[in-house]
């Protein structure tokens, strides 16, 4: 599971656990003015996820790392789909984001909240 907040002008999200270690990165730091928005998706999960580079992917279980679609790179770190949340980036490493939380409503609502 993935931590979300806001400092100062900076998305930040920190990975929990051994999330660490499946994603291969601790956190990521965006500038807000990089983050086009935030929206609760829990059927992301079946969408195709390209190919990973490096990370985990084990089918119903957990989604971690970087995944290369489309000319694409995506940030996952998703175990359970219900809470997902996906935070799409302009001039980024990543394009999107896309992290399990614990809490998907205020996680948006906090990201949506910071960009206006």
Do not use: C
């Not at 190919?51 to 175990?79: M, N, S």
């Amino acid at each position: 599971m993935a931590l979300v907040r806001i400092d100062g002008e900076d998305l930040v999200v920190v990975m929990e656990g051994l999330d660490k270690l499946w994603a291969f990165k601790s956190s990521l730091t965006i500038p807000l003015a990089n983050v086009r928005g935030a929206t609760a998706d829990p059927g992301i999960a079946a969408d195709p996820k390209g190919f990973r580079a490096p990370g985990a992917h084990l089918p119903g279980v957990i989604t971690a790392g970087t995944f290369h679609q489309d000319g694409e790179k995506i940030f996952w770190d998703v175990r359970d789909a219900s809470k997902a949340v996906v935070i799409e980036l302009a001039d980024e490493r990543y394009s999107r984001l896309v992290l399990q939380v614990d809490d998907p409503r205020t996680t948006v609502a906090l990201v949506e909240n910071a960009l206006r």
